[in-house]
């Protein structure tokens, strides 16, 4: 159903248009990357931090939550580009325009009932140890 104002626009030949970022009008168009941040987890349903598998990777990182920045796939685009930051996509295959390591996982309700998923995890963290943890050489 069309509103009165919506006909009337018609009416006079005025196009309407929609915006696909609403939230870049409410000042959201860049979110800052601080330098305390170590890791930025990306995923459509972001687990809380203090979930046992997520305290295990963090603590295995030796990355506190404070350290972590979660954001959703939608904004990606909204970091700023050309920073460094050690990403973890979960069951999110956006590209993301950050330089450091990424690794990736399914979604954590998967990720916490499947072993080889979290196998798999473990042995990308393994893999990019000297980036994870450049002082320990």
Do not use: Y
């Not at 006079?12 to 305390?36: C, K, N, Y």
């Not at 590209?95 to 990308?124: I, Y």
């Amino acid at each position: 159903m069309t509103s009165r104002r919506d006909w009337q626009l018609q009416q006079l030949g005025i196009t309407q248009w929609a915006l696909r970022r609403p939230a870049a009008l409410q000042g959201e168009i860049a979110i800052s990357l601080p330098a305390h941040i170590r890791l930025v987890m990306v995923s459509s349903a972001l687990p809380a931090l203090t979930e046992p598998l997520i305290s295990d990777v963090l603590r295995a990182l030796t990355i506190s939550p404070d350290q972590v920045l979660q954001i959703t796939p939608e904004r990606i685009a909204m970091l700023p580009p050309g920073s460094r930051c050690n990403c973890w996509l979960l069951g999110a295959d956006e590209t993301v325009a950050l330089e450091g390591v990424k690794v990736t996982s399914p979604l954590f309700d998967e990720l916490r009932v499947n072993p080889a998923a979290r196998a798999a995890l473990w042995q990308q963290i393994c893999e990019h140890e000297h980036d994870f943890f450049p002082h320990h050489d």
